[in-house]
């Protein structure tokens, strides 16, 4: 009677995960990469802004830019927690290779997020109108890939760098992790 008991067990265990495991695969419609969409989007909706403004293609103003930058922080921070498994693959443009890439992946979205915090720290204190030391000075001090062995190298300190040359970097990191992880868009 006991032994039937622990079998039963053992075979849900066993069941269990095959039943519960996600798919490989998004579902057409799943609200997690919905989300993840709509957070990219409003990413991207604000460092547009926020280039724009340093482009003079766009009225700089205080206010706008730090709600840029406090949304551009706040998306940026949630990365890592919008790709789990079973939401990469089609129909999703998220590479399933994130799933194998996961250190690289992370390191990439914390990296970008350590950015943004310090971009929108700067911003709270966003005086009335841009100032020199607001400025990019020369090419982005650490510019080229992330990815590889880049990955490990010592960083100059975001906090130090100027607002714009913060925004630079963003950018990159946006480019670099969508070159490796994301599905091409037709
Ligand atoms: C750590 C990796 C990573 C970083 C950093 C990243 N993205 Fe993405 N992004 C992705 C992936 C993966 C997708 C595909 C998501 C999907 O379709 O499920 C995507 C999709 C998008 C999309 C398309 C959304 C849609 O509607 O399908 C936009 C726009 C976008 N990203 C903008 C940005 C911008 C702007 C930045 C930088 C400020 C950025 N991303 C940073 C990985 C990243």
């Known amino acids: 009677m006991r032994s039937r008991v622990i079998l039963g067990a053992a075979l849900l265990a066993l069941a269990g995960p095959l039943i519960l495991a996600p798919s490989l695969a998004a579902g057409p419609g799943d609200p997690i990469v919905a989300a993840r969409q709509a957070s990219m989007k409003q990413m991207a909706a604000a460092a547009r802004v926020i280039a724009e403004m340093f482009d003079g293609r766009r009225a700089y103003e205080p206010a ?48 970008i997020g350590r950015l943004a915090d310090a971009l929108s720290t700067k911003a709270r204190n966003a005086p009335p109108g841009i100032t020199a030391d607001m400025r ?8 080229g890939s992330l990815l590889g062995k880049r990955l490990g190298a010592a960083e100059a300190d975001p906090a130090t760098m100027p607002a714009e040359h913060l925004l630079h970097l963003i950018l990159q990191d946006c480019t670099s992790c969508h070159s490796k992880f994301r599905r091409k868009v037709e």
């Open 64 to 111: 706008a830019f730090k709600a840029a930058a406090d949304a551009l922080s706040a998306r940026a921070g949630g990365l890592t927690g919008e790709f789990p498994q079973g939401t990469l693959g089609a129909p999703s443009h998220a590479k399933p290779e994130i799933d194998q890439a996961r250190p690289e992946f992370e390191a990439l979205a914390r990296h």
């Open 136 to 143: 990019m000075t020369g090419p982005p001090m650490d510019g």
